[in-house]
């Protein structure tokens, strides 16, 4: 199984403030790779795919880099809403998601 | 609109079964694998099981293997999971999820599953 793993668990950060989140594969996953955001009461959501690409009607300021084992998701200037839980997702090699990170002011 | 619809959740008993529903509309169910994913109280998302577009091919997580049963019927656009031998760990959300060995998109509601007797 390939293990995800996410740093750090919990970012503190202000509104306009720059946010950069990790993900940790075991193993390659190649650019397999996907990023969900959750708030509070709702189901993930799907911001990143193939590593780098963005998902339908997610704004710019989201972007993911990376390939292999290593990968970012950085939002650029953050926004009230953009307060929530982020999780990687690989699935170059079945499915596993990273333990996720709490984004908080 | 790509809609997803769980429902089935509620109260079981431990060693006891349920069964998810997930009723598809606004795009082909029938070409798209089709995945459940779980959420346990304050924790993070467990991939459970992904079923094949024609429903052919299936697959488990080792946490529920020989006692949940994924399944479809293509024809009213709906996916299952058969939930047997019911134990306190499996207490969570529930939530079904379009697409197979890719990126989860959309995902449900979900629906609360809780293990108690």
């Known amino acids: 199984e390939i293990v995800m793993t996410q740093s750090p668990a919990t970012l503190s950060v202000s509104p306009g403030e720059r946010a950069t989140l990790s993900c940790r594969a075991s193993?390659?996953?190649?650019?397999?790779l996907a990023w969900y955001q959750q708030k509070t009461g709702q189901a993930p959501r799907l911001l990143i795919y193939g590593a780098s690409t963005r998902a339908t009607g997610i704004p710019a300021r989201f972007s993911g880099s990376g390939s292999g084992t290593e990968f970012t998701l950085t939002i650029s200037s953050l926004q009230s809403e953009d307060f929530a839980v982020y999780y990687c997702q690989q699935y170059n090699n079945w499915i596993t998601f990273g333990q996720g990170t709490r984004l908080e002011i | 609109e790509v809609q997803l619809l769980e429902s089935g959740g509620g109260l079981g008993q431990p060693g006891g079964s349920l069964r998810l529903s997930c009723a598809a509309s606004g795009f082909t169910f029938s070409s798209y694998a089709m995945n459940w994913v779980r959420q346990a109280p304050g924790k993070g998302l467990e991939w459970l099981s992904t079923?094949?577009?024609?429903?052919?091919?299936?697959y488990y997580a080792d946490s529920v293997k020989g006692r949940f049963t994924i399944s479809r019927d293509n024809s009213n656009n709906t996916l299952y999971l058969q939930m047997n031998s019911l134990r306190a760990e499996d207490t969570a959300v529930y939530y079904c999820?379009?697409?197979?060995?890719?990126?989860?998109?959309?995902w449900g509601q979900g629906t609360l599953v809780t293990v108690s007797s």
């Open positions: 193993q390659s996953v190649s650019g397999n």
């Open positions: 079923i094949s577009d024609s429903g052919a091919s299936t």
């Open positions: 999820a379009k697409n197979g060995w890719s990126k989860f998109d959309p």
